[in-house]
């Protein structure tokens, strides 16, 4: 079943605005994982957030982790037109220290108009 | 970092055909996986391919349709088997790191395949 919801599924803003995207989450997990796909291509990790954590930073990203209300959010403030892409929550559940196996959510389109 | 490339970058099949889809990474690495993601839709993954050792797949995921090689460290390949048009989707490799830590995921361009 689907680990992670964001909200909301599409989100179209003026360059120069901050765009926030939600992420919910059904089971504890070992860190969450944002990710940007362009235009149906590739994914590209864009920041990790582990457990115990509650908020980080990267560069013109802010992720918070709220893991008592199962959920996490990434800000990108200053928005570009080169932001345009969908982006994903991912979780890492995996209950074994070998490998993780990501759960992926349904997606956040986000459009950045000049 | 890893660097992965897939081949084909996209393609268009009839139906009942197969198609393979290579993956190839720039560096060794343990653990490959192979994720599916239908028109504007998430990523679901379909299986890990582990180097000497079968795939493990995904609940609805099964070896006939999505066979998988994983013959050394550096490559895979996933076939999409007697294709029909509901298998149009983007197919999506990614290696991940092995052990304990922070394990983010590097992912392949993508090949696009369309079904008609």
């Known amino acids: 079943s689907q680990q992670g919801e964001e909200d909301p599924q599409a989100l179209s803003i003026q360059e120069g605005e901050n765009a926030t995207m939600n992420c919910s989450y059904k089971?504890?997990?070992?860190?969450l994982q944002w990710y940007r796909q362009n235009s149906g291509r590739g994914l590209v990790h864009l920041i990790l957030?582990?457990?115990?954590?509650r908020e980080k930073h990267s560069g013109r990203l802010r992720v918070t982790l709220d893991t008592s209300k199962k959920s996490s959010s990434l800000l990108i403030t200053a928005s570009r037109a080169a932001d345009t892409a969908s982006y994903f929550c991912a979780t890492d559940a995996s209950q074994n220290s070998g490998y993780s196996t990501l759960t992926f959510g349904k997606g956040t389109m986000l459009l950045v108009s000049p | 970092s890893a660097v992965i490339s897939q081949k084909p970058s996209r393609d268009i099949c009839q139906r009942g055909t197969s198609l393979t889809i290579q993956c190839q990474v720039d560096s060794q690495v343990t653990m490959m996986f192979w994720y599916r993601q239908q028109p504007g839709q998430s990523l679901t993954l379909i299986a890990t391919?582990?180097?000497?050792?079968?795939?493990?797949?995904e609940s609805g995921f099964v070896i006939d349709k999505f066979p998988i090689s994983r013959p050394n460290l550096t490559f895979s390949t996933l076939t999409v088997s007697n294709m029909s048009p509901e298998d149009s989707s983007i197919y999506l490799c990614?290696?991940?790191?092995?052990?304990?830590?922070?394990?983010?995921?590097?992912f392949g361009p993508g090949t696009r395949l369309t079904v008609t």
């Open positions: 957030i582990r457990s115990n954590e």
């Open positions: 391919a582990n180097q000497g050792s079968e795939a493990t797949y």
């Open positions: 089971t504890s997990i070992n860190n």
């Open positions: 990614s290696v991940g790191r092995q052990g304990r830590g922070d394990r983010e995921q590097y």
